[in-house]
Structure formats: structure tokens, C-alpha cells
């Protein structure tokens, strides 16, 4: 008596959980709109060109912060033109016990790294709750949404070899979201 009591109580608790985290997942075709976040100089700003360009958006734990170059050198490659296209990198300096001016500093560097690209922080996970982008802790998230304000691509990328491993699968998803 006591296992069926048991097993009808663990059953109950894994239908709730999966019940309360299914709505905590950004998906690919996912509408998406702008949130408000922070420049490098600590200015509030709405990520831009949502809407009205292609944007991949690197949404990354400052921990990792280098994990997504391979993928981010290879779209600064392919030279993809400014007038459809956009790139965003977004600190998640919630996620890390690196204060948020040492965070701020390095996005500065970033920025004359990926000079074509807008550096944002988010300070308080206002993208991950607004798109339920869930755990992004040790991650570079990778999203790339379309101009009709659809993701489509998310990738929550956890090694430089991953992030190579990405290129194949985003930059055709950029170009043929261009080509539209």
C-alpha cells in the first residue's frame, strides 16, 4: 500500500513539474518583442532592431563570455549587409559574482572587437524571464530572430566546439531569413 501511495505521489509531483517549467522554454517560432536593457555606459536602451532586421542575439554568462567567438567571427565573415541585418551581444550579469562595472569594462572591449554589433548588459534577467529562456547559467545563448519577430534559431551554446558546431546550422538560418 504504502509503494502505491508512494509511486502515485512521485507521479502527481513529476507531472507538476513538468507542468510548471513546459512554459519556461523559448522555442523556435516563438514571437518575440523588445526588452529593456543597458547599454556599456550604463544607459537604459531597447535592444534594437527587432522587427525591422535580422538579429542574432548572444545572450551570454560573463563566465563564459568567450564561448561563442567562433560562431560570432564567422557571421562577422560573411560581412552580412547592415541595412537586414543585426547583431547584439547581451552580458547576463545576473548569472555571475563578477560585479557589473568589471562586466561593463569588458563589454567595452567587446564592443571594439565586434565594432558592427550593439553590447548590451542585462543586469536582472529581464530577456530571460520576458522569452522564458529558462537556465542560461554557463551558457552563450544564441537566438536569432527574424523580421517578422519570430525565433528562428536558440541554441544554448556551452563550448568553443560547440559553437563551431553552430555555424553550420545559423548562418544558413541568417542568410535565407535575408534573402526574404
Known sequence: MLKKKSIKYLIASLVFAAAVTAGYAAYVGQVVSTVQLYDVYDKPMAIPHIGSKVVTIMYTDPDVKDVNDPLSDAIKAKNFPGAKYAAVGIANCKVTWIPDAGIRAASKKKQQQF??????????KALATAWQLGDCNGAGVVIIVGKDKKIKYINYVKSPAASKAAINEAIPIIE?????
Open 115 to 124: 565594432k558592427d554589433s550593439t553590447i548590451m548588459l542585462d543586469t536582472n
Open 176 to 180: 535565407a531569413e535575408i534573402k526574404k
